[in-house]
Structure formats: structure tokens, C-alpha cells
């Protein structure tokens, strides 16, 4: 069983178009991230929620919007797409036990291609 | 912010122990150090989590020296399976007062036959 999945694995739009990703996990972790991985590996947080309640809010665009039905989801939407928004973006989750760093649990990415 | 350094890449060949150190000056007190590796494609993978001196799992070591201001992965008798990127990383604390992990560039280990 897959502990992270996201879908989709690969996604290519236009810009200016809206798309979503989604992401579950069966871990029964508390917390959930989004990961943006660029062309040249960096991997930079940009959100990060705790038991459906958002707790980071990195420095990103306000087209990007997270959501988190429950505590097992956590799905990313995109408005008015860019081509600087072309990136592999990557689900994460943990179990948060503060202060530690506990370790991420990651998805495989979807991989977003803007044309 | 408790920045990471890393080795960009480093070659190796198999059945040698690879060290990789990486550098974080500005570690905090509650900080742990974990190591992650990354295939193709793939997201990263936990390796080994510490805070001091030595952990080590069937996978790999970690060796942290009293001041905490550094670290080594260390990779016994690798494959060409362990040919991947690896990032170290510590604590970061962000404006909410929660924490999460922050990734450097990482090191590319390429391992030869």
C-alpha cells in the first residue's frame, strides 16, 4: 500500500489555466506538506498543515491555494498558471511529535509542465 | 534559519564506505539532523535521524562531533543502488513558531562498477 500517493504524476497545461493536485495519506500522521522541487533539485517548503489547520505559510504566490479536507488529505490548486510554475511538486507528511523533527514521508511527485 | 552545506557531488565505486559531510553552523539546541535520499523520480526517503554522537540503522551511520555544527553520513560498501542524491538537513524555524525541515541542494553520489 502506498503511504503518500498523489495524482496526477504528470500534468501539463497551458498557462493561464487552473489545475489541482491531490494528495492522501494512510500513515494517520498529523501533518501534511507541499514541496516545490525546480530544475535544479532545490527542494522549498510552501505549506505545511497540522490537523486540517494551515501552520506554514511560505513565501508563494496567492494563486497557489492549499486545502485540506480532512487530516489524510491535502490537495494543492493553481490558478492563472505560469510557466515559472513548472516544477515536481511533492507531497509530504509526518507525524509531528514537537520538538523533534520528525521524519517526512514523501509522495513520488507530479510532475507540472506549463506550456 | 540553520542553513545546510553539502558536497554538490562526489564519485565513488562499489564496495567502498562513502563519507558525506555536511556543514550547519547555526544548529539550534532542539534541532535534529536527518538524512534523506532521493532517486530519480522518486521522492526523498528517510535514511537515519540524530542529535548526537553516534546512530547508526542497517542502512547507514551518522557521526556528529560534540558541537553539533557538523555531520557524516556514512554509506558502507555501496552499490551502484545507492547511486542517488543526498540531503542533510536540520530544523528550520519559521515565522508560525512551528518547525519543519528545510533542504539544501543536496549531494549527487554517483556510484561506478
Known amino acids: 500500500d502506498t503511504a503518500v500517493s498523489q495524482t496526477p504524476k504528470y500534468l501539463v497545461t497551458q498557462m493561464g489555466n487552473d489545475k489541482s493536485i491531490k494528495c492522501e495519506q494512510n500513515?494517520?500522521?498529523?501533518?501534511m506538506y507541499w514541496y516545490k522541487q525546480d530544475s535544479k533539485k532545490f527542494l522549498k517548503i510552501m505549506f505545511s498543515y497540522n490537523n486540517k489547520e494551515l501552520i506554514i505559510n511560505e513565501t508563494v504566490p496567492n494563486r497557489f491555494s492549499p486545502k485540506s479536507p480532512d487530516k489524510a488529505h491535502l490537495n494543492l490548486h493553481i490558478n492563472s498558471l505560469e510557466l515559472g510554475d513548472s516544477a515536481v511538486y511533492f507531497c509530504?507528511?509526518?507525524?509531528?511529535?514537537?520538538?523533534?523533527?520528525?521524519?517526512?514521508?514523501f509522495g513520488n511527485g507530479t510532475r507540472l509542465t506549463v506550456t | 534559519l540553520a542553513k545546510t552545506t553539502q558536497p554538490i557531488s562526489m564519485d565513488s565505486y562499489e564496495g567502498q564506505e562513502v563519507n558525506i559531510t555536511c556543514s550547519h553552523n547555526?544548529?539550534?539546541?532542539?534541532?535534529?539532523i536527518t538524512w534523506y535520499q532521493q532517486f530519480p523520480s522518486q521522492g526523498p526517503r528517510f535514511i537515519i535521524q540524530g542529535y548526537k554522537t553516534k546512530v547508526t540503522n542497517e542502512v547507514a551511520s551518522l557521526f556528529i562531533p560534540a558541537d553539533r555544527k557538523s555531520s557524516t553520513l556514512s554509506l558502507p560498501r555501496v552499490s551502484l543502488s545507492d547511486t542517488a542524491v543526498y540531503y542533510c538537513?536540520?530544523?528550520?524555524?519559521?515565522?508560525?513558531?512551528?518547525?519543519?525541515?528545510?533542504f539544501g541542494s543536496g549531494t549527487r553520489l554517483q556510484v561506478q562498477p
Open positions: 538537513l536540520v530544523g528550520d524555524s519559521m515565522d508560525t513558531g512551528r518547525r519543519a525541515l528545510t
Open positions: 547555526n544548529i539550534a539546541t532542539n534541532d535534529y
Open positions: 500513515l494517520g500522521h498529523d501533518t
Open positions: 509530504a507528511s509526518s507525524q509531528d511529535s514537537w520538538p523533534y523533527n520528525s521524519p517526512l514521508h
